[in-house]
């Protein structure tokens, strides 16, 4: 049964930073392209970043790129989100997910992911 958890949630001012983690089991970690989404009140889920099996490759959008990092540790079954520079505009529920496995490191829509956590509220005040 895979299992995925998100962890590093919190509240933080603007121009802060936070680290968030997601941990998966019930399956081999290093086969699947991982990505983090969020989705805030009222909008819908957008992908944040994504990265592939190895961590060779990354992608970000516009919105985060240069203020959010991702990684991942495939001994530890791991995933991170490194954010930095916060804004309000950050205030969401921030979701990790694995690929379906044959549809790429970094599908582009939500439907191509199979497995997601159950969410970790991240609130950036002004």
């Known amino acids: 049964q895979v299992k995925v958890v998100e962890s590093g949630g919190g509240l933080v001012q603007a121009g802060g930073s936070l680290r968030l983690s997601c941990t998966a089991s019930g399956l081999t970690f290093g086969d699947y392209g991982m990505a983090w989404f969020r989705q805030a009140p009222g909008k819908e889920r957008g992908k944040v970043s994504c990265?592939?099996?190895?961590?060779?490759?990354?992608w970000y959008p516009d919105s985060v790129k240069g203020r959010f990092t991702i990684s991942r540790d495939n001994a530890e079954n791991t995933l991170y989100l490194q954010m930095n520079s916060l804004a309000v505009e950050d205030t969401a529920i921030y979701y990790c997910?694995?690929?379906?496995?044959?549809?790429?490191?970094?599908?582009?829509?939500?439907?191509?992911?199979?497995?997601w956590g159950q969410g970790t509220l991240v609130t950036v005040s002004s």
């Open positions: 990265i592939s099996g190895s961590g060779t490759n990354t």
């Open positions: 997910a694995a690929a379906r496995l044959g549809s790429g490191w970094c599908p582009v829509w939500s439907r191509e992911y199979t497995y």
